[in-house]
């Protein structure tokens, strides 16, 4: 079998209120990136003795950050909705979802957004999702 290539574009963003598996597919969304990162601690032990000990680590624990940019539209039922989590510090409920529809992470986040006015370029939003457990659930990365 031939190995195919997956458009990003084709990547898929949910949300919905926290707590709950997202299910509504937020559509302006520009740039998407799921970025996952491992803490290890070094457990490196003498041995016998009789040889130069070698470097030993293990994970301890796993860091998750989607970002994504957003066109600004009237009308568009998502943007409200993740500006009032941002303004209110309330979590909500994200699903992010490869070009071949597999889950890659599902969970509460918290919202960050940065507004964009560009002189010369649409309305913009750049938003950067923290994952919680503050939404009642624990939140789960299934691999990049």
Same mark, same amino acid.
């Given at each position: 079998?031939?190995? !195919?290539?997956?458009?990003?574009?084709?990547?898929?963003?949910?949300? =919905? /209120? %926290?707590? /709950? &598996?997202?299910?509504?597919?937020?559509?302006?969304? &520009?740039?998407?990136?799921?970025?996952?990162?491992?803490?290890?601690?070094?457990?490196?032990?003498?041995?016998?003795?009789? %040889?130069?000990?070698?470097?030993?680590?293990?994970? !301890?624990?796993?860091? !998750?950050?989607? &970002?994504?940019?957003? @066109?600004?539209?009237?009308? =568009?039922?998502?943007?409200?909705?993740?500006?009032?989590?941002?303004?209110?510090? &309330?979590?909500?409920?994200?699903?992010?979802? @490869? %070009?071949?529809?597999?889950?890659?992470?599902?969970?509460?986040?918290?919202?960050?957004? *940065? *507004? @964009?006015?560009?002189?010369? $370029?649409?309305?913009?939003?750049?938003?950067?999702?923290?994952?919680?457990?503050? $939404?009642?659930? !624990?939140?789960?990365?299934?691999?990049?």
């Amino acid at each position: 079998m031939t190995a !195919v290539k997956q458009p990003g574009y084709k990547d898929k963003l949910y949300h =919905d /209120t %926290a707590g /709950t &598996t997202a299910a509504t597919q937020l559509l302006r969304i &520009t740039d998407l990136d799921l970025d996952a990162v491992t803490t290890f601690a070094e457990v490196t032990d003498r041995g016998d003795g009789s %040889a130069v000990p070698h470097e030993d680590q293990t994970p !301890v624990k796993v860091a !998750v950050k989607i &970002t994504f940019s957003f @066109n600004e539209k009237t009308a =568009d039922p998502g943007l409200p909705l993740l500006l009032a989590a941002q303004a209110t510090s &309330t979590p909500r409920a994200f699903k992010y979802a @490869n %070009a071949l529809g597999t889950t890659l992470f599902d969970g509460d986040c918290y919202v960050k957004a *940065k *507004k @964009n006015a560009s002189l010369s $370029g649409a309305g913009t939003y750049d938003f950067e999702l923290t994952p919680t457990e503050d $939404g009642g659930r !624990v939140w789960t990365y299934y691999g990049s």
